[in-house]
């Protein structure tokens, strides 16, 4: 599993009620109780238990697990190379055994800050091997050059003839890649929470030694629901970028009739944190976008229609942005039809299909492309497809074999294509291969025209962003329902999409906190 997406999963048990810190507290035990198997696996005699912590919350689950082997009849002692401790449920924990005393358990803990400190512990100075060492320094591992104390603790745990045990990663080493840039430690075992993380499966053996996988009480739903976690997927903005660094987005849309619907996606998308957003549409409908969009970069065309002798510019500017959006507010028409085709075999950037566009691209030119997005309601799904008999998404149950029998059918019709299909419904569906996500934010008001533009501008602006397309659609739908849910608190079932779009940013500026 991507380090990310256990991250991610994480903090969206809590919005389903279950605590990161009772996730520490199933963790802790977990670890408590593989250590347990581990030890009287090698040693005939109880011996003693030493955990190597750090500030992070891999310290927490030593600090949780200290509590369970002491009750088994350990010995521990806790060798603390940090007292900064970040992570709040790891410092709950550690209070916990603060708060110990008068001691009766058989618990040290010692805080070492110095070289001395280290070099001077019982498993640096001991020759025999009648320890069971845990490695909870790094947890979720590090990228270049170690910090000298944690260095000289990993050296002295590598050449400690004790049993090592490292908590999720061994310390120093990539989660993401397995790759080491420094030292890390070499453990007999590695124990993952949940799910192996990524860098661990693809190291090789002898870099982690026996892999061993806890159940931590972590449900599916924790997985597939889209909530707060996901914000952490966005990645934090360079102070020194410069205007377009973050983000440039092509807008294609927009007729005689409609011109709304570019200029809702163009605002939603520089919402969503994109610096730049072109919008291309013809003459009559790029007038009044600029008249009441002053921050949108507006390309006028010529004529009421997008059509294809508009190709040749609207692929100029595409060349020149991150993402396009093609669709909104187009209607139907044979030379749109026609642009719109042409359009989606020529750019090359990460494409976003709303509306119109869903009604005139042809599938066979998108089924191979990865870095394309759908965005359509179960009308427009059907219609893309081609689904004869029509589908529904009803995935509002508590019978989960017809919730998976209805996400089974939307996979299987999606598949046709390699890119991301957003369904939008009373709960979202998102879809990409085998993977599928569901998000519940959002409201009934959220029926009033002009909000599935806003939501095609936020994904444009997310995919600007370097988002993959379906971790875009997924993060896009749920700010977009956040966002309905704010307006609808302020104005009821009367809010528009343009209230829907100045709620944006304030709710992603929340979900980063």
Do not use: W
Not at 325 to 332: N, Q, V
Not at 435 to 441: A, C, G, H, L, T
Request: aromatic letters at 6%; charged letters at 25%.
């Amino acid at each position: 599993m991507h380090p990310i997406d256990m991250m991610v999963t994480d903090y969206n048990c809590e919005y389903l009620g279950l605590s990161r810190l009772c996730l520490m507290e199933s963790a802790g035990k977990s670890l408590a109780e593989e250590v347990g198997k581990i030890a009287v696996y090698t040693f005939s005699k109880p011996v003693k238990v030493v955990i190597f912590t750090g500030s992070g919350g891999n310290g927490g689950d030593g600090f949780v697990a200290a509590r369970y082997l002491l009750n088994r009849g350990y010995d521990v002692d806790i060798y603390m190379l940090k007292d900064n401790i970040r992570s709040k449920e790891a410092k709950i924990n550690f209070e916990i055994l603060e708060n110990m005393k008068p001691r009766l358990s058989r618990l040290t803990i010692h805080n070492l800050k110095t070289l001395d400190d280290i070099n001077t512990t019982e498993v640096a100075e001991s020759e025999d091997g009648e320890f069971v060492i845990v490695d909870g320094l790094l947890g979720t591992g590090i990228k270049g050059k170690l910090q000298t104390n944690v260095r000289r603790a990993i050296e002295i745990i590598n050449d400690s003839n004790g049993v090592k045990i490292s908590v999720d990663v061994p310390s120093g080493m990539d989660p993401l890649t397995g790759e080491v840039n420094d030292l890390a430690v070499i453990p007999d075992y590695t124990i993952s929470f949940h799910k192996i993380k990524t860098g661990v499966r693809n190291a090789d053996e002898e870099l982690v030694g026996g892999l061993v996988t806890a159940d931590i009480g972590i449900p599916f739903e924790a997985e597939y629901f889209v909530s707060y976690g996901d914000f952490l997927r966005l990645k934090n903005r360079d102070e020194k970028s410069h205007k377009g660094n973050n983000g440039k987005v092509l807008v294609v849309g927009g007729s005689g009739d409609y011109s709304g619907a570019p200029a809702i996606a163009g605002m939603a998308a520089i919402g969503a944190g994109c610096d730049l957003v072109y919008v291309a549409a013809p003459e009559k409908a790029a007038e009044a976008i600029k008249s009441t969009s002053p921050d949108l970069i507006v390309k006028s065309l010529e004529g009421d229609r997008l059509s294809l002798e508009h190709a040749e510019r609207i692929l100029s500017v595409a060349d020149d942005v991150d993402c396009v959006l093609i669709g909104p507010g187009a209607g139907i028409d044979e030379q749109t039809s026609k642009l719109f085709n042409v359009l989606v075999a020529k750019i090359k950037k990460p494409i976003v299909l709303d509306a119109d566009a869903l009604k005139q691209v042809e599938l066979k030119l998108i089924m191979n492309r990865d870095d394309v997005v759908l965005t359509p309601h179960i009308f427009e799904f059907n219609s893309f497809f081609n689904v004869q008999d029509g589908m529904k998404l009803d995935i509002d149950s508590y019978d989960f074999r017809k919730v998976d029998e209805n996400i089974t059918q939307f996979q299987q019709i999606a598949r046709q294509i390699k890119g991301t299909v957003l369904v939008k419904g009373q709960y979202d569906l998102i879809l990409s291969g085998t993977r599928f996500r569901i998000n519940k934010s959002g409201n009934a008001g959220m029926t009033v025209g002009g909000t599935g533009d806003a939501l095609s501008g936020i994904c444009a602006g997310l995919l600007s962003q370097d988002l993959n397309p379906f971790d875009a659609s997924c993060l896009g739908v749920f700010i977009n329902g956040l966002a309905g849910e704010r307006a609808f608190d302020v104005k009821g079932n009367g809010f528009s999409a343009t209230d829907l779009v100045s709620y944006i940013g304030g709710v992603i500026k929340d979900g980063l906190r």
